[in-house]
Each structure stands twice: as C-alpha cells, then as structure tokens.
C-alpha cells in the first residue's frame, strides 16, 4: 500500500467546517441557498458542511470527470451525473473537494450559470494553488494544500484513501 503522510488534522477539518458553515449560514440568512456537491471527492466534506449550516438550505449532487483513473486532468469535462433539480433563480453554491488548476471548476460554474441561478458561489475545502491554470475566486475556502498528490476524506488515489478522516498526501515518488 502506498505511503501517506497526514498534513490536515480531522480535528482541524471539523473546526474550519465550523467557521465555513458560520459563514454560508450568515451570508444566506432569509434565502434558502442550493448546495451542489461534486462527486465522488465531495461528498464527506458536504455531509459534515451542511450539518453545521444552521437555515434551511437544499442539496443536490453532480457527478463529473476529468480525471478517470489517471492522477492528472484529462482536461476533458464529462458530466456522468446531472442536477435533478431546476437551478434558474436559485443561490447556488458549488461544493468541491479541492481546486487543483481550476479548469474542471470553470466548467462545471459556466455550465451552471448558463441554467440562470440567481448566484453561483464556491466552496472548496481544499485549494492547491501552485496547480492553478486560471484564476478561479473561491468564496468559502478551508485549506490550502502543496502542490502534492492529495488525499483522505472523501479525496481518492486510484479510488483508495477516501475514508480517511484528515488530509494526507500520497507519497508517490517512493512508490514501488
């Protein structure tokens, strides 16, 4: 099995989860926003997010991939699963698992905003910001990351790691 090496706590995870639900909670009071979450990566970090959200709020999934099981973006968007829901008129905010170069996201904000959501805003636990190819505004951010194969909680190599309850990152140069 391939190495990790831990760099966020699980404790460190669940108080910034904290600050972020405080935040979305306060900004969307009297709104009741929609909450998209990207799967498969982010679906642990939205379950604990939208436990902490104190108003009402709606959640719906997208299921897309770019990555396949190679460790790099193809750089091709493929949407495997739709929204069942209308967004037009809607405060969207998009829930993602880490923002590597940003291309992925660009597309899935351009599909969206193309449906006519009142807003569309993004929340990202994890940033790699050495990765980015495009700027890409992060509203709600938890962690910036190094520019290492990330993983744990909900975030996968080769679809391994997910269950781990903090961040590491996969030491892939001393694979053998």
């Given amino acids: 099995m391939t190495k990790t090496i831990p760099i966020i706590t699980e404790q460190e995870i669940q108080n910034k989860i904290k600050e972020l639900a405080a935040a979305i909670s306060n900004d969307y009071q009297n709104t009741t926003p929609l909450l998209v979450g990207i799967l498969k990566g982010a679906w642990v970090f939205m379950a604990d997010l939208v ?3 104190s108003i009402p709020i709606r959640c719906d999934f997208l299921q897309v991939s770019s990555y396949g099981r190679a460790t790099e973006s193809s750089g091709i968007v493929k949407i495997i ?11 969207v905010i998009l829930v993602e698992d880490i923002v590597d170069t940003g291309l992925t996201l660009k597309y899935i904000m351009d599909y969206l905003t193309i449906r006519r959501p009142k807003s569309v805003k993004l929340c990202s636990l994890l940033d790699k910001p050495a990765r980015h190819k495009i700027e890409l505004k992060i509203d709600y951010l938890g962690f910036q990351v190094p520019n290492k194969f990330i993983v744990g909680y909900g975030i996968d190599y080769q679809e391994l790691y997910r269950n781990l309850p903090y961040v590491a990152y996969v030491d892939l140069e001393n694979e053998k």
């Fill in 51 to 53: 436990r902490q959200i």
């Fill in 81 to 91: 699963t739709d929204l069942k829901c209308s967004i037009e008129g809607e405060h």
